[in-house]
T-cell receptor, first 116, second 115 residues
């Protein structure tokens, strides 16, 4: 099975711009989660989607949004970029169950976003 | 609220020696516990998990972890470290029967294995 893929791998933007990151989960996985990883803050949860619905959301401003398509692919969007948004954005997929998911997550390689 | 603590930012061991990376957690009810490893410029890779059953869990690359409910710990161990084990290790917890997005990750421990 192919792993989790994320595009693009690297991105350079300037303050005030917006960006869209894409994630394709492992085939058959229905849950997709997004994380922001920075040296100072560690791994911060952004949101989780399951069956095209946002199930959980972290403590990020409304500039961060996401969506999931019927094929489980997911996108996240960051509007009005700030310098502090520079980070590695990781996507993770898991099988996902409506009654609770005991499965591990499979992570993509990440998108390295640099905001100048 | 749930939390994970990895008390050591850095662990250094010599190749061939046993290694331990510590993790303690706090969660209401039964926990699901996970260990992941991250190599430079890569995403996290799953190592092992505790869901229920035996307290000693064996995972990938010769790693194992012991679930200790009374001490709320889930330390990662390996009997003989390899230089290639050098990486960033994350412990994660979530309450049983909750979805992946409810996971809380520790801040990570950098393991350095010296030849």
């Amino acid at each position: 099975k192919a792993g989790v893929t994320q595009t693009p791998r690297y991105l350079i933007k300037t303050r005030g711009q917006q960006v869209t990151l894409s994630c394709s989960p492992i085939s058959g996985h229905r849950s997709v989660s997004w994380y922001q990883q920075t040296p100072g803050q560690g791994l911060q949860f952004l949101f989780e989607y399951f069956s095209e619905t946002q199930r959980n959301k972290g403590n990020f401003p409304g500039r961060f949004s996401g969506r999931q398509f019927s094929n489980s692919r997911s996108e996240m969007n960051v509007s009005t970029l700030e310098l502090g948004d520079s980070a590695l954005y990781l996507c993770a997929s898991s099988l996902g169950w409506t009654s609770g998911d005991y499965n591990e997550q499979f992570f993509g390689p990440g998108t390295r976003l640099t905001v100048l | 609220a749930q939390s994970v603590a990895q008390p050591e930012d850095q662990v250094n061991v010599a190749e061939g020696n046993p290694l331990t990376v510590k993790c303690t957690y706090s969660v209401s009810g039964n926990p699901y516990l996970f260990w992941y490893v991250q190599y430079p410029n890569r995403g996290l890779q799953f190592l092992l998990k505790y869901i229920t059953g035996d307290n000693l869990v064996k995972g990938s690359y010769g790693f194992e972890a012991e679930f200790n409910k009374s001490q709320t710990s889930f330390h990662l161990k390996k009997p003989s470290a390899l230089v290639s084990d050098s990486a960033l290790y994350f412990c994660a917890v979530r309450k049983a029967k909750t979805n992946a997005g409810k996971s809380t990750f520790g801040d990570g421990t950098t393991l350095t294995v010296k030849p």
